[in-house]
């Protein structure tokens, strides 16, 4: 295996590592140190749950087949306890949309399937970290509102009908990308690209957290009147009004 890339300063976030693979969990922790990461290992998901209440990471990378619990019921406790919810890459098998699906849908933000590059694994949680953290600009973007949905992207909270919406990183970066251009089609490789930062990707994250997005905004899910299906084109955010609230 090739030498791990060179440390980069000023990241300094602690990752939560969950591989019960000793030979994986040494190439994931060892290129996450030498990417300034600051890594604490787990080998099971009982573990993991431990470790993540007594650490509080900033991100979790989680395989999916764990002994005792698996990587999905992992991924649903982590989103299920209190707090602001831990962004989760997780680890999955080469060529299993199933998997990759399963695991988008228990909450994970991203998915790498092995066998992968370890340089990408740590692209994927930088890109992850970077959007979950953005550094707040000087002057506060506007709280967004539309019937009964209200954003905050200072705060990265949403609520509906005066109640929280308990959204994954992405599914909040997707509903304030809609929310920020009403009216307006995007493709799934579009919002890939935007959304995600991708340049290439499954497009099939996009169909899952939409769906999933839906399931939490809209009145009833099957029939979405807030983001449409544009048939051969993509989607569309369908809004009555937005309107900016400068906080």
């Known amino acids: 295996?090739?030498?791990?890339?060179?440390?980069?300063?000023?990241?300094?976030r602690r990752v939560l590592v969950v591989e019960d693979d000793p030979t994986?969990?040494?190439?994931?922790?060892?290129?996450?140190?030498?990417?300034?990461?600051?890594t604490?290992?787990?080998?099971?998901?009982?573990?993991?749950?431990e470790l993540a209440r007594?650490?509080?990471p900033h991100l979790v990378v989680l395989d999916l087949m764990l002994p005792g619990l698996d990587g999905l019921e992992v991924c649903r406790r982590l989103r299920a306890a209190d707090g602001p919810p831990v962004p989760v890459v997780m680890l999955t098998a080469r060529g299993d949309e199933a998997e990759r699906i399963l695991g988008l849908e228990s909450g994970a933000d991203d998915y790498v399937t092995k066998p992968f590059s370890p340089r990408e694994l740590v692209l994927r949680v930088t890109s992850v970290l970077r959007r979950a953290e953005a550094a707040a600009p000087t002057a506060p973007p506007a709280v967004?509102?539309?019937?009964?949905?209200?954003v905050d992207p200072t705060a990265r909270r949403a609520e509906r009908a005066g109640r929280d919406l308990a959204l994954t990183v992405r599914e909040f970066d997707l509903l304030l990308f809609f929310l920020r251009h009403p009216g307006q089609v995007f493709s799934r490789q579009d919002l890939l690209r935007q959304v995600w930062g991708w340049e290439f990707g499954e497009t099939s994250t996009?169909?899952?957290?939409?769906r999933r997005l839906r399931e939490k905004v809209e009145d009833d899910p099957a029939a979405p009147r807030l983001i449409s299906t544009v048939w051969s084109a993509g989607y569309r955010f369908d809004p009555v009004a937005v309107e900016a609230v400068q906080p």
């Open 40 to 49: 604490v290992h787990a080998a099971d998901g009982h573990s993991a749950l």
């Open 144 to 150: 967004l509102r539309t019937g009964a949905l209200t």
């Open 206 to 210: 996009v169909t899952v957290h939409v």
């Open 54 to 56: 007594r650490t509080d």
């Open 1 to 12: 295996m090739s030498t791990a890339p060179a440390a980069r300063p000023g990241q300094d």
């Open 24 to 38: 994986v969990a040494e190439v994931v922790t060892d290129y996450l140190t030498r990417a300034g990461y600051r």
